[in-house]
Structure formats: structure tokens, C-alpha cells
Nanobody, 117 residues
Framework: QIQLVESGGGLVQPGGSLRLSCAGS??????MGWYRQTPGKQRELVAT???????TYADSVKGRFTISRDSTKNTVYLQMNSLKPEDTAVYSC?????????????WGQGTPVAVSS
């Protein structure tokens, strides 16, 4: 069974830091990443990382967030620094498995992040 399990969300003050983790199991993923969503807003792709370490970031988080990956543990991390109230959202891990025939997308359940004083 293929699963993605997130951890690390919580409440933090503006300017603070959090580190999210997402442990994958049951498959090797070509791309792993994070989305976030706030009620009433469109889901936003925050960051992605490929197997060979290439990364992408949303403009809103560049310079503050860092995505990394431990392939030995099939785990992706999102280090979030200089957090702002507008970073408040449910953060969901996503992963893509690519076969010869098609691509498969998987999602975690999400972990809430609240940035507030």
C-alpha cells in the first residue's frame, strides 16, 4: 500500500520556523513536494523536488522555505523560516510515481500550519 504521512505542523509566531516531514512508503517517487490550501483560496504548489535534487518554489516562499529529500528514507522535508501569517494553511505532501505507461499522483492527509501571535 502506498502512503504519504506528514508531520511537523503546528502553531508558530510570525518570524518563527517549522519543519514539515513527509514519509513515503510502498513506492519510489520521481517527484515529491508540498501544496498548501487555505479555505476560500486556490490550492498553491509550494515546492517540489526531483530524485536528482532539482527544486522549484512558489514565488511567495522563495528565500524563506527550503525543500529537501532523503531518498534512503523516502522522505521529503519542508523547512519553513521567517513565517508570516499568510503562510497559514493546511500543507499536504504530494508525490508522483512514473511508470512506462503513466504517472500516478499520491497525496497525504495534510498537516495544519498556523502563524499567529
Amino acid at each position: 500500500q502506498i502512503q504519504l504521512v506528514e508531520s511537523g505542523g503546528g502553531l508558530v509566531q510570525p518570524g518563527g520556523s517549522l519543519r514539515l516531514s513527509c514519509a513515503g512508503s510502498g513506492a519510489i517517487f520521481s517527484i515529491m513536494g508540498w501544496y498548501r490550501q487555505t479555505p476560500g483560496k486556490q490550492r498553491e504548489l509550494v515546492a517540489t523536488i526531483t530524485e536528482d535534487g532539482r527544486t522549484t518554489y512558489a514565488d511567495s516562499v522563495k528565500g524563506r522555505f527550503t525543500i529537501s529529500r532523503d531518498s534512503t528514507k523516502n522522505t521529503v522535508y519542508l523547512q519553513m523560516n521567517s513565517l508570516k501569517p499568510e503562510d497559514t494553511a493546511v500543507y499536504s505532501c504530494t508525490a508522483q510515481r512514473i511508470t512506462v505507461w503513466r504517472k500516478y499522483d499520491y497525496w497525504g492527509q495534510g498537516t495544519p500550519v498556523a502563524v499567529s501571535s
